[in-house]
């Protein structure tokens, strides 16, 4: 079990949440998120934004393609890290069937909440 962090954390259904952990299971998957509110043993720091897509959402790893439906849309930053929209999100996902995975998307503008030019992606493993 890995786990990561980042500036912000974006659930394509919610928004971006400040500063969560995403912990992840041995096959890839994310099986919990949590705020982080202190430095965590074992929690590693990225710089960027953490995103979370089913499997089937993303294919490639190489560079950012502008067509991610996702940053098409203002969606909104939720400032409340102790907020259940994660746990929510996540138990909603699982519901559905889907499984979700990390990617990292690095480097990113947190001005515009938008991917710069030579923003690159790759799932967190």
């Not at 710069?116 to 799932?123: I, K, N, S």
């Amino acid at each position: 079990m890995k786990r990561f962090a980042a500036h912000y954390l974006l659930l394509p259904e919610v928004g971006f949440i400040r500063q969560q952990v995403v912990e992840i299971a041995d096959d890839g998957r994310v099986c919990h998120i949590f705020p982080l509110t202190e430095e965590i043993e074992s929690v590693e720091w990225m710089p960027g934004l953490i995103a979370l897509f089913p499997g089937s959402e993303i294919k490639n790893t190489g560079m950012f393609e502008k067509n991610i439906p996702v940053f098409q849309f203002n969606l909104p930053v939720v400032s409340d890290q102790t907020s259940s929209c994660p746990k929510e999100f996540l138990a909603v996902s699982e519901e559905r069937g889907e499984v979700l995975f990390p990617y990292l998307f690095y480097p990113f503008d947190f001005t515009s909440m938008q991917p710069v030019a030579g923003t690159r992606h790759r799932l967190l493993r």
